[in-house]
């Protein structure tokens, strides 16, 4: 199986920065695509970005030109750097990975943490 740990989520003022990582342990051949999503109180599950084994990233247009994500395939890490936070980004952000286990393909997900932007 495959854990994913997330850190970096917290409180943050209106125009503020945080930085979330996820690290991938576990028992698997490989990471392929790694991604971030959200979801705040009463809505549903969110795409917010996401970045291929070989680079190639997708964002959610309310966070383009202010997010960030970035990945260490050595490390099987994924960062988000969020900058001018606003309060609408308040969610619990979640990180996800597509890893090879076995001869599968298998989507897996962190236990997700808490961004709060706030004044």
């Known amino acids: 199986q495959v854990q994913l740990l997330e850190s970096g989520g917290g409180l943050v003022q209106p125009g503020g920065s945080l930085r979330l990582s996820c690290a991938a342990s576990?028992?698997?051949?490989?990471?392929?695509?790694m991604g971030w999503y959200r979801q705040a109180p009463g809505k549903q599950r969110e795409l917010v970005a996401t970045?291929?084994?070989?680079?190639?990233?997708n964002y959610l247009n309310s966070v383009k030109g202010r997010f960030t994500i970035s990945r260490d395939n050595a490390k099987n890490s994924v960062d988000l750097q969020m900058n001018s936070l606003k309060p609408e980004d308040t969610a619990v952000y979640y990180c996800?990975?597509?890893?090879?286990?076995?001869?599968?393909?298998?989507?897996?997900w962190g236990q997700g943490t808490q961004v709060l932007v706030s004044s």
């Open positions: 996800n990975a597509d890893a090879l286990v076995r001869t599968s393909v298998r989507p897996f």
């Open positions: 970045i291929t084994r070989g680079g190639t990233t």
């Open positions: 576990g028992s698997f051949t490989k990471i392929y695509g």
